[in-house]
Nanobody
Framework: QVQLAESGGGSVQSGGSLRLSCAIS????????LAWFRQAPGKEREAVAQ???????VYTDSAKGRFAISNDKEKNTLSLQMNNLKPEDTAMYYC???????????????????WGQGTQVSVSS
């Protein structure tokens, strides 16, 4: 089992920045994928950014150039630095983990086994 706990959400104005963190605990694996997803009210959950145990990253179009995913392996913490935030970034943000996983060819994965409870990000215009 893997436990995930997000933090760092909040309310900011358009153009502002936030840094989300996800504390990871539980079983460890030699290879894994970690990811940030988000879900806005009335919309389906969508991937934002992903990273694997080799630090290979995949970003969706909505995140490219504005968001940066990172994984501090010593602190077991996944982060998402979000810059130039826009009102359309408003959503609940979730971190997710999948053991024995590799990211390949910029393919966005959607099949993650472990999920956090989420942290709310609200961006006002």
């Amino acid at each position: 089992q893997v436990q995930l706990a997000e933090s760092g959400g909040g309310s900011v104005q358009s153009g502002g920045s936030l840094r989300l963190s996800c504390a990871i605990s539980g079983n460890t694996y030699d290879t894994y994928c970690l990811a940030w997803f988000r879900q806005a009210p009335g919309k389906e959950r969508e991937a934002v950014a992903q990273i694997d145990s080799n630090d290979y990253t995949v970003y969706t179009d909505s995140a490219k150039g504005r968001f940066a995913i990172s994984n501090d392996k010593e602190k077991n913490t996944l982060s998402l630095q979000m810059n130039n935030l826009k009102p359309e970034d408003t959503a609940m943000y979730y971190c997710a983990a999948e053991p024995w996983c590799r990211l390949l060819l910029s393919v966005v994965r959607t099949d993650f086994t472990f999920w956090g409870q989420g942290t709310q990000v609200s961006v006002s215009s």
